[in-house]
């Protein structure tokens, strides 16, 4: 397909031109997009091109307008078939994405093309990215800047299936795949028994849980039946993407033992497949209690600059789409990686909560010149023992190779312990005889050891000051900077959609999560610039009242010497009369 002819503001002047100044005030969303974002989305122009053939094949919808629509979409949260509507018969839309009157709008699926070309061609972050450079270049976002970063879960667009469920949904998609690409007579004989059996019948949700299991083993059965059948077929056959997904899924859930037997496996890996309609979905959960949270789809990243006083507005400067199994700390990273690639330098100062601190983390930050403020989490409780006891109850010091106990007791001994296989450096400060006779043994020490034992990693002191500084009134205070995060990410929730995804499999999840912070990015741009819009008007009003009044005060002054005058004459007339 190849591109269109572009004009830049023709039916802006030409169409609406005569009827906007009526339409809309100055301080109008869509007048302000048309002002502010519209050339900057035209500025993606060139990049745009590369996704489309430059003579051949019959001019399509003009990109610029179809990235508008995009960020549009989750501006407004709005899908596709009514986005093509608002494009037909909204003005507002009309006026912001330089429509003629007379734009007719296009087919629904012309969305979902353009999606998969700005996938295909590595252009999923390419509104952010511009809307982010259009706000460094107006000053609102700095290159080096405080941020804040926190994470979310996103929903998968696909149900929560069981494993049975999910092994007959995909032994159902491959049967389906492999169909088409065989004739009847080359099917094998056990083909219309599957057929029945997984796309013709139902399971029966209140079956006991033996004729659950049977099932579960004969869904076993009949994959491996079927991938053994494929062993010998065409590379066509064997390697189609729901044969492999098959293939990955019957690893995943069963085990062949010694003697052929195939058992479904007990224990689930982190990260198997839940759902084949969209692989890489993932199962995870957060919080404890009854504050567990379980959910199957991704996980997001969202950092955003900190507004220097009350009252301004922050913008997001970057959004990183994970694996929902990813833990906090590898996103960091992560984050930082993506914001370089953006154009912006690692930030003065980032808040973060607990799940991204770690001894390591602070150092690398410090050694690259930054802060990285977050409170350093409690170390892992051991059963028995006090809380006043575990390790940050003690004062280590690694160059001196020394420890200090609550008892105020000095280590006796201290070993450096080097991991084998990864390198890892470790210090194991023992203390000896000091133990035997203190009071406080039975809480600082496991029963079976004669004496307390304690294993820091080589940066230990990094996170020890991190523990002492976290009590500081100073810090906590500072800390009170990272709230807003939780209310930014309430926001690109419950205004932008971003808890559940429209769409399956990564690339597209990210794709939807970078228009989100675009749409976020231009909704905070328009707020500022019709807060402003309305202060000039303010201005203009009581500049235009100071004017009057000014004008009036003389006026009266004339006019009340003027009936001064009057009135000697009136007494002077009297006398003389
Ligand atoms: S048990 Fe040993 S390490 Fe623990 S407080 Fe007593 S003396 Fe110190």
Known sequence: MSLPQFDVQGSLFESLGAIAPDLFSEGDKYKLFAKKIWPVLAGCREQLMECYEVDNGRPGVEPVVLLGVLIFQFLEMVPDRQAVELVKYHLGWKLALNLKLSESGFHPTTLVYFRQRLIEHGKAELAMRAVLAALQKEGLVSKRSKQRLDSTHVLGAVARLSALECVRETLALALEELKPKLVVEQRPEFWELLWERYLESKLDYKSSEETLQAKRRQAGDDCLRLLQWLEPCPSELRHGQQV?????????????????????????????????????????????????????????????????????????????????????????????????????????????????????????????????????????????????????????????????????????????LTEQKSGKVTYRFEFGRQCRDCPAKSLCAPKDQPHRTIVVGALHEVLQQRRREQQSPKFKLQMQQRNGIEGSISELVRAHGLRRTRYKGFAKVDLQNQLVAAACNVKRWLQKLIKATSQTDREVHSSHQRLLTSSIVPLRSVFSRWVARLAIFDFFGAVLA
Not at 289 to 317: M, S
Not at 346 to 357: K, L, Q, T
Request: hydrophobic letters at 35%.
């Open 244 to 416: 492999s997904l098959l293939r990955e899924v019957f690893a995943q859930q069963f085990v062949v033992e010694a003697n052929g037997k195939i058992e479904p496996v007990k224990v689930h890996a982190t990260g198997v497949v839940q759902n084949p309609h969209d692989p890489q979905a993932e199962w995870s959960a957060k919080g404890r209690g009854k504050h567990k949270k379980e959910w199957v789809g991704y996980k997001v990243q969202v950092a955003e600059t900190v507004p220097k006083e009350e009252g301004q507005i922050g913008f997001i400067t970057s959004m990183v789409t994970q694996r929902a199994s990813e833990s906090d700390d590898p996103g960091l990273d992560v984050t930082l990686e993506k914001q370089a690639q953006m154009g912006l330098e690692r930030p003065s100062e980032m808040y973060v909560d607990g799940a991204y601190i770690s001894a390591g983390s602070i150092h690398q930050a410090k050694e690259q010149g930054w802060n990285l403020m977050g409170p350093a989490q409690p170390s892992a409780a051991r059963t028995g023992l006090d809380k006043a006891y575990r390790i940050e109850a003690f004062d280590v010091s690694i160059s001196e190779r020394k420890a200090i106990c609550p008892a105020g007791k000095t280590s006796t001994q201290c070993s450096q």
